[in-house]
């Protein structure tokens, strides 16, 4: 199996991580962006190349049958147990074992020692206290003190504590993480579509306790039958050329309502499945779903992680949350991709984009820093698009906002400049950066290219640039001084070998950026960069000429063992 360029840059980045320090890393890659395949390398490469033993842990047995498909299918001459009740399997010995973490956590000596452990949708592990996952973890190191953890995810965050990666916890540096937006942009997730409900749900009476909703109130404050009867038959007329609709209910009685009135008003078959719907009526629910005998699928809480259906292309958000993860997974079941399917339509009946951001700029709030402000979204008042609260003219309909009025007061100083003219600079830490070819809109495909430099400076939030390699004058001037301040490489002639000796490793990382922003001007401008040492030169002008695995690091000493072998015979 061929891993896309990113994920082989992700494997790489973890046996960096490895061989340089002596913590744990997490990979950060988004739903459906194919965290499986990873894992399954670097357990090939453990157990092959270095002879080592290696543990899959994760919480749903959809994902331990996804993770043992793609091991037997990528390295078929390794031997895979699996350990989890819910697969009525209890292997031992094995070189590499995928288990449940309810059915190991009191079973670290059973399972013997590892050399990796690696935890899928390691968000869950606990932010503190002794639950499953640390307690697994205290046990193994017990037979192996060198014991290494490596977690994969798409949220890199909880509601409540911040980042999953901290000094106490198991996991404790983001090694690799690539955004929502790039994989779109390369290809390799479905765009998402989001709109806002006509009538929609009040939840000013509805409690928070714990960082989110309180769950009774919350059905009760969603299961109006006006509303429901409304939301299914908003949801009816939004899905006539959609295939596949998931529908996330706020509780049981919620659930069997709407299935009840999609049946019963519109004709409309819908399956509803919960915590306690059994094995049989739930595989067989999920299996006429994935396969189109069955358009609309109602759930509660259980649908979130680990369910691959590709052909859904209708998210619908009858349940309200407080939490950007839950919200995440939850539209996150749209963005794989299926041949029939252009994008996916997220319905919001419950204000959960404007409440977090559009679905591939989620706001993160700093438990730190409060409230945390407003979400970049809006809602258009003509056809409910939920978009951007950039946008001065709705792309959906064309629809012209009024200019913003200030009724009250902002609870802080805002940071932007008062007067027209007036120049703001702001310093930003550098999370990742993206390199892409671009070409002006409108332009002829004759028309000289760029190199569009994207610095993540936030969860899902970027500041860009363009360097011109195929202009002339003092554009190329700019774009020679700009290279050979991060490279030993020759300067590129063009946009496209630029992006792949920069994806291949050929500049040095940007650390900070300083963003220059003038009150009325539309665009922003990077004035200032802080960059690390370049790389030592590798003539990757040549290699990568050509090659369509322009993310790929140079290769890896089969000797330089990542990671202490401590029972290898």
Known sequence: MQLRPYQQSAVDAVYRHLREREDNPCVVIPTAGGKTPIIATICKDAVTRWSGRVLVLAHVKELLEQAVDKLHRVCPEVGVGVYSAGLGRRDLGYSVTVAGIQSVYQRAEQLGAFDLVLIDEAHLIPPDGDGMYRQFLQGARGLNPQLRVIGLTATPFRMKSGPICTEEGPLHAVCFEVGVKELIRQGFLCPLRSKASVVKADTSNVHIRGGEFVADELEEA????????????????????????????????????????????????????????????????????????????????????????????????????????????????????????????????????????????????????????????????????????????????????????????????????????QVTVTEYTVRSVHYSVHLKRGASTDSPRTMRVEYEVGYYRYKSEWICFEHTGYARQKAEAWWQSRSNEPVPDSAQEAVAIAQAGGLCPTLAIKVRSVTGEQYDRIVDYALDEKPDGANLAKSCVGSNDTDDLPPIPEDDIPFTPALAA
């Open 222 to 421: 969603m299961d109006q039958d006006a509303l429901v009867r409304a939301a299914c038959a908003e949801i009816v007329q939004q899905t006539q050329s959609r295939r596949a609709c998931l529908i996330f209910a706020a509780g049981i009685h919620h659930g069997e309502h709407i299935a009840r009135v999609l049946e019963q008003e519109h004709g409309q078959p819908c399956g509803f499945v919960n915590g306690d719907t059994p094995t049989l009526d739930r595989d067989r629910l999920l299996s006429q779903f994935r396969e189109g005998r069955l358009k609309y699928l109602a759930n509660v809480n259980v649908l979130t992680t680990g369910f691959d259906a590709p052909k859904i292309d209708c998210v619908a958000l009858l349940r309200p949350t407080m939490s950007p993860g839950l919200y995440y997974q939850m539209v996150g079941r749209g963005f794989r991709l299926h041949p029939d399917k252009t994008d996916c339509l997220v319905l919001d009946f419950g204000g959960n984009v404007l409440r977090h951001g559009p679905v591939d700029q989620i706001k993160i709030a700093d438990p730190s820093a409060g409230n945390g402000g407003t979400a970049p979204a809006k809602e258009c008042p003509q056809c409910h698009a939920l978009i951007h609260a950039a946008y001065g003219k709705c792309p959906e309909c064309g629809s012209e906002f009024p200019p913003p009025e200030r009724q009250k007061h902002d609870a802080t100083a805002a940071t932007a400049a008062v007067l027209s003219g």
